[in-house]
Nanobody, 124 residues
Framework: QVQLVESGGGQVQAGGSLRLSCAASGRTFNSYTMAWFRQAPGKEREVVAAISWRGGRTTYEDSVKGRFTISRNNAKNTVYLQMNSLKPEDTAVYYC?????????????????WGQGTQVTVSS
């Protein structure tokens, strides 16, 4: 099992940046692929980015490509989401998620472990 705790959310103006962190418990962090999802009010939870167990492979939702970067530090049991050039439409609760496996996945139902979420609000 793994427990996930997100941090780094907040309010920022359009064009600004935020860096989200997700700290994981457990000694087998490097056996999990990780992902960031987000959920805006009235919308379904959607994948933002995912990263493989060693960090060598990543995948991004089209609207964040070139603006967001997912990374991980297995020595620190932490995954990050660097968000640049933020837009009001990026406003959502951002969730960290983990699944056993090697390759990154964008399928929500494949993720068994979830954090509590952190709010990101981008004002115009």
């Amino acid at each position: 099992q793994v427990q996930l705790v997100e941090s780094g959310g907040g309010q920022v103006q359009a064009g600004g940046s935020l860096r989200l962190s997700c700290a994981a418990s457990g000694r087998t962090f490097n056996s999990y692929t990780m992902a960031w999802f987000r959920q805006a009010p009235g919308k379904e939870r959607e994948v933002v980015a995912a990263i493989s167990w060693r960090g060598g492979r990543t995948t991004y939702e089209d609207s964040v490509k070139g603006r967001f970067t997912i990374s991980r530090n297995n020595a620190k049991n932490t995954v990050y989401l660097q968000m640049n050039s933020l837009k009001p439409e990026d406003t959502a609760v951002y969730y960290c998620a983990a699944r056993t496996g090697i390759a990154p996945s964008t399928t929500k139902d494949e993720y068994a472990y979830w954090g509590q979420g952190t709010q990101v609000t981008v004002s115009s």
